[in-house]
Structures are given as structure tokens and as C-alpha cells.
């Protein structure tokens, strides 16, 4: 893993059709920390990690310490599962960087693979067509894809979303590893509880930031109050 910079945004904005999604947010992620993006819906986090991991444009200011060692995880909702691509092939390409778009994959790279479907409970699993698993099962390879691409940055949306109790609980345990490994993880999630417990830093958004810090200090009735005042400002705006 090569080393992680700290992350920042400046006074960053992102709209869709001149609606900002993402307005005037300032602020860090250190090293290694653990983030949870929390907000209510239509809150911009989704689209504060796209504008991170480079995938959709910033509209002002300026995002510092993305430096392409990043490995984002979208919502299971986007993930085409109709395409025709075996479990193994699909955890493969999260060795792309590595292998590039023209090297072959190699007897090492697929027991490397091989390795992370074991990691995450889908041993057996590499002939399987992605479009036959569950959702907990697919989520699990997805987590497998992420292991190979070995990133220092990990951006996560909604990654428990749809599964069952069993799968969140141990692709949570996943999540601490890189933590304790030094990587930097940021994670929009839903479940305040799961928050409380595992996330010791939160950005709580409404589009705009409403409180930034340690988790204890973010997740009073205050800041959630005020984050749903804010989003219902927005909408009535809009």
C-alpha cells in the first residue's frame, strides 16, 4: 500500500443542472481516519464520494490528496448484474491498476483472487455468474474486488445497505482491518447506531456541512435537528 496524504476538500461545490448538490463543504479526513458521511436523503453524499474518487465534476473549489491510490465501492443499486462475468473474473478487475489494460492475468493474480473471495466467505464461489448471487453474496465479492485493488483511500456508499445482519457484520469487521492497516476509509451510511459503535469521525451533511468531528460530538439531537432543517430548506428552494 503506498503511503495515504491527508484528504481535504476547499470550499468544494458540486451541482447537477446548476443545483448544488454539494455546496461550500471545507474540511479534512487525516490519515488512516474513519469516516461516516451521514445526512438525510438527497443530503449530497453519495455525490461528495463520486467527486472524490474523480467521477463527476466539481463545480467550485477544490478537492486536495485524491491521488488516483483509491478504491470506491458504489450502491448495490448500480451495479449491472446482467452482465455475463464469473465471480472470479469480476474480483480480478480490481487488479486493473496493477495489470493494466493489456498484460495478461497471470497463476498469481488469480490466487490472489482466489485468496480474497476466501476472505470474505465466497470460497467456492469463482465460477459462479455474478448475476446468481444474493445481494449479501455480491456485496462480499464486491468487498473481495476492493482487497486486490489495495488502495490507501477506500470510499464506500451505502455498503451495508440490503444485506443481511451476518454479511454487515463481517464485512464491518473488513472495514476495521483497513483501519487498523492505516488506510483512510470514508463510508455514507443510514444506520446512526452502526455509526455510534464503529465510526469514531462523522460529516453530517444537508448538502452543506452541519457538523464535522468526532462522532459523539456530531450525533447530538441539535446537529440532527438542524440537518433536517436544512434539507427541508433546500427543498423548498428548489
Not at 160 to 165: N, T
Not at 167 to 178: F, I, N, P
Not at 190 to 210: C, N
Request: net charge negative; charged share 20%; no cysteine.
Amino acid at each position: 500500500m503506498k503511503p495515504v496524504p491527508p484528504l481535504s476538500v476547499a470550499d468544494l461545490t458540486v451541482a447537477y443542472d446548476r443545483v448544488p448538490a454539494v455546496h461550500h463543504l471545507t474540511g479534512s479526513f487525516a490519515p488512516g481516519s474513519l469516516t461516516a458521511i451521514i445526512g438525510p436523503n438527497g443530503a449530497g453524499k453519495s455525490t461528495l464520494l463520486k467527486a472524490i474518487a474523480g467521477l463527476v465534476p466539481l463545480s467550485e473549489g477544490r478537492i486536495d490528496g485524491a491521488n488516483g491510490n483509491i478504491a470506491y465501492l458504489p450502491q448495490l443499486a448500480e451495479i449491472d448484474r446482467s452482465f455475463p462475468i464469473t465471480v472470479i473474473d469480476a474480483v480480478s478487475l480490481g487488479l486493473w491498476r496493477e495489470v493494466g489494460l493489456f498484460r495478461a492475468i497471470t497463476g498469481e493474480h488469480v490466487k490472489r483472487a482466489r485468496a480474497a473471495l476466501t476472505a470474505v466467505g465466497l470460497g467456492g464461489f469463482e465460477g459462479r455468474q455474478v448475476g446468481a448471487l444474493s445481494a449479501g453474496q455480491l456485496q462480499r465479492a464486491l468487498f473481495a474486488r476492493l482487497m486486490l485493488q489495495d488502495a490507501g483511500l477506500i470510499l464506500l456508499d451505502e455498503p451495508f445497505a440490503a444485506v443481511d445482519e451476518r454479511t454487515s457484520a463481517d464485512l464491518m469487521q473488513l472495514v476495521e482491518g483497513w483501519h487498523r492497516e492505516g488506510r483512510t476509509v470514508i463510508a455514507v451510511l443510514h444506520d446512526l447506531e452502526r455509526v455510534r459503535e464503529s465510526f469514531p469521525e462523522t460529516l453530517l451533511m444537508a448538502r452543506e456541512p452541519v457538523a464535522w468531528g468526532a462522532t459523539a460530538n456530531v450525533l447530538t439531537p441539535e446537529n440532527l435537528r438542524r440537518a433536517r432543517y436544512v434539507s427541508d430548506a433546500w427543498g423548498d428552494a428548489a
